[in-house]
């Protein structure tokens, strides 16, 4: 990016990454402990988690900005 007054900068996009293959074993292996986070409220909790995280941050940067 240079310094064009009058004129808008644009970055370049950057790379997608390439597509990530799973054996079998490893997919099977998710499924089931997806299953049991699912079973146990454990996936709940993340979620929650995960809201009240982004929450924070979201405040963090309306401060700071």
């Given at each position: ?6 004129r ?7 790379a997608?990454?390439?597509c ?46």
């Amino acid at each position: 990016m240079q310094n064009n007054p009058g004129r808008t900068a644009h970055t370049t996009p950057a790379a997608s990454p390439s597509c990530i293959d799973f054996t079998e074993e490893q997919l099977i292996a998710f499924d089931r402990a997806y299953a049991v986070a699912k079973d146990t409220g454990a996936l709940d909790k993340l979620r929650v988690a995960a809201a009240v995280s982004l929450d924070l941050s979201h405040n963090r940067s309306a401060r700071l900005a």
